[in-house]
């Protein structure tokens, strides 16, 4: 398992995007050196962990739950395959392109280290939006993403290092729970009733996940 390129995107301004600037850093290239990782800070306030990677909408991207964006080069392969056109390294807007690891099957807390120092711990799926639509420029992109079900996974930082393309990952720390990133991103968008499933995850989860399982489970034990 390994590092296939370290990507980072600069500010853009684009018309296809919610954020208040009308910029967007979804638009990212691999880098030619070591990149520093290191914890942003809460969301709101801290933007990507990677020096260099630039989030310009702190309202719903960046911080320390989603310090990091990895998603696996076999699904780029799969979706090059159905859109019909290549999809470089960092086409989804993507962090960490990878090579053998099974991100969308990674479980919730799962920790990952990368070159010599990294450690990252796995938080969630990526929820698609219309910045990410609009960046591919593919027809019914969010709902096709979305029933796809492989949506890469965003990471927090557990100890801060510098990484490159090439560089070994190797799986630290697997729970013994099976909430997978699938099943948070399941449960998030189209499987509310996977809700209570990701409690096995607890203080893992996003917290934005965790608000919503705990929120599903007591309305559901109100409503008897």
């Known amino acids: 398992m390994r590092l296939l390129t370290v990507n980072v995107g600069r500010p853009k301004a684009v018309d296809h995007t919610d954020a208040p600037s009308g910029l967007t850093g979804i638009d990212k290239q691999p880098a030619n050196g070591p990149v520093r990782v290191t914890d942003p800070g809460p969301k709101g306030t801290g933007g990507s962990g990677l020096a260099g990677d630039t989030v310009c909408d ?15 080069r076999k ?17 989804f807007g993507e962090n960490l392109t990878t090579a053998g690891v099974d991100v969308s099957g990674a479980k919730i807390g799962e920790r990952w280290r990368i070159g010599a120092d990294l450690v990252l711990e796995v938080t969630s799926g990526r929820i698609p939006c219309r910045t990410f639509a609009g960046h591919l420029g593919e027809a019914r992109w969010v709902k096709r993403f979305t029933q ?41 968008t189209t499987r509310r009733d996977l809700l209570p499933g990701l409690l096995a995850a607890r203080d893992a989860l996003h917290p934005e996940a965790l608000r919503a399982a705990l929120k599903y489970v007591e309305k559901s034990a109100a409503d008897g």
């Open 75 to 91: 699904d780029l392969d799969r979706w090059e395959r159905e859109l019909g056109h290549r999809l470089a390294n960092g086409a």
């Open 58 to 72: 702190l309202r719903h991207h960046g911080g320390s739950d989603q310090a990091v964006y990895a998603f696996a």
């Open 148 to 188: 796809a079900a492989a949506p890469g996974a965003y990471l927090r930082v557990i100890e801060p290092g510098d990484i490159r393309a090439g560089d070994p990952v190797e799986i630290v720390h697997r729970p013994e729970h099976d909430v997978t990133v699938e099943m948070e991103f399941l449960a998030s």
